[in-house]
C-alpha cells in the first residue's frame, strides 16, 4: 500500500510525559499537513509543509507541540509535557503541490492521556 | 471564511439514492465546494469537489445550486460501506496551501 502511514496507530501516555508520533506521506507528495481530531468533531488543521518548511500553524499548536519535516520526507509531530486535553485522534494528510484541494489522509494515531 | 451548515445526521436505506444537503450563503464566488467522508476509525477520504457546474465521479454527484449558496453530494445507491461522516468543506482559491476547515459534518446510517 503506498498510501499515509502513521505510527503509532495508539498510544497511551501519562500526563507529563513526551510523544512522538510520524506520519510517512505519499512519495510524490511534497506538502504534508497535521490535524488534530476529538471525539464527535471535524478535523482540525494544525500545520502544514511545503517540503521541509513549515509554512503554516494553527493557534491550536501551542508550545508544547513541535512538528518537523527535516529531509522533506517523512515528519514527526511531537508533544511536550502532554495533558488530558491532549487526547485525541493525530492526522497526517499529504497532496502533491499541483493539487486542486485533495488531501489524501493517513489512518490516525490516536493519544489517549491518563 | 465561509462557513458550511450540514444535518447532523441522516438516514438513508441500502440501495437507494441519498441526498445530503450543505448550506453555504457566505460562500464567496472563488469558494470551490470540496466533499469528504470518514469511515469509522479511519482518516476522511476525498469524495468530489466543484466551483459551479455540477460534477460527476465514480463515488458520487456533486449538485450545486445556481446561486452557489447550496449543494448536494448524491450518492446514487447507498450501500452498507457508504456509512461514514460527511463533510461539505468551501476552500478559497487563494488557500495557497489546500488546508481544509472541518465542520461537524452529517453522519449518514445507512439501513439494510
Known amino acids: 500500500d503506498t498510501g499515509v502511514s502513521q505510527d503509532p496507530r495508539h498510544k497511551i501516555t501519562k500526563r507529563g510525559q513526551n510523544v512522538t508520533f510520524r506520519c510517512d506521506p505519499i512519495?510524490?507528495?511534497?506538502?504534508l499537513y497535521w490535524y488534530r481530531q476529538t471525539l464527535g468533531q471535524g478535523p482540525e488543521f494544525l500545520t502544514y509543509?511545503?517540503?521541509?518548511?513549515?509554512?503554516?500553524k494553527s493557534r491550536l499548536l501551542s508550545d508544547r507541540f513541535s512538528a518537523e519535516r527535516p529531509k522533506g520526507s517523512f515528519s514527526t509531530l511531537e508533544i511536550q509535557r502532554t495533558e488530558q486535553g491532549d487526547s485525541a485522534m493525530y492526522l497526517c494528510?499529504?497532496?502533491?503541490?499541483?493539487?486542486?484541494?485533495?488531501?489524501?489522509f493517513g489512518e490516525g494515531s490516536r493519544l489517549t492521556v491518563l | 471564511d465561509a462557513k458550511t451548515t450540514q444535518p447532523n445526521s441522516m438516514e438513508s436505506n441500502e440501495e437507494e439514492p441519498v441526498h445530503l444537503p450543505c448550506n453555504h450563503s457566505?460562500?464567496?464566488?472563488?469558494?470551490?465546494i470540496h466533499w469528504y467522508r470518514q469511515l469509522p476509525s479511519q482518516g476522511p477520504e476525498y469524495v468530489i469537489h466543484?466551483?459551479?457546474s455540477n460534477v460527476n465521479n465514480r463515488m458520487a454527484s456533486l449538485a450545486i445550486a445556481e446561486d452557489r449558496k447550496s449543494s448536494t453530494l448524491i450518492l446514487h445507491r447507498a450501500t452498507l460501506r457508504d456509512a461514514a461522516v460527511y463533510y461539505c468543506?468551501?476552500?478559497?482559491?487563494?488557500?495557497?496551501?489546500?488546508?481544509?476547515?472541518f465542520g461537524g459534518g452529517t453522519r449518514l446510517m445507512v439501513k439494510p
Open positions: 512519495s510524490e507528495h511534497n506538502r
Open positions: 457566505t460562500i464567496s464566488g472563488t469558494d470551490y
Open positions: 466543484g466551483l459551479t
Open positions: 494528510a499529504s497532496s502533491p503541490q499541483t493539487s486542486t484541494g485533495e488531501l489524501f
Open positions: 509543509f511545503q517540503n521541509e518548511a513549515q509554512l503554516e
Open positions: 468543506i468551501l476552500r478559497p482559491l487563494n488557500n495557497a496551501g489546500n488546508m481544509l476547515t
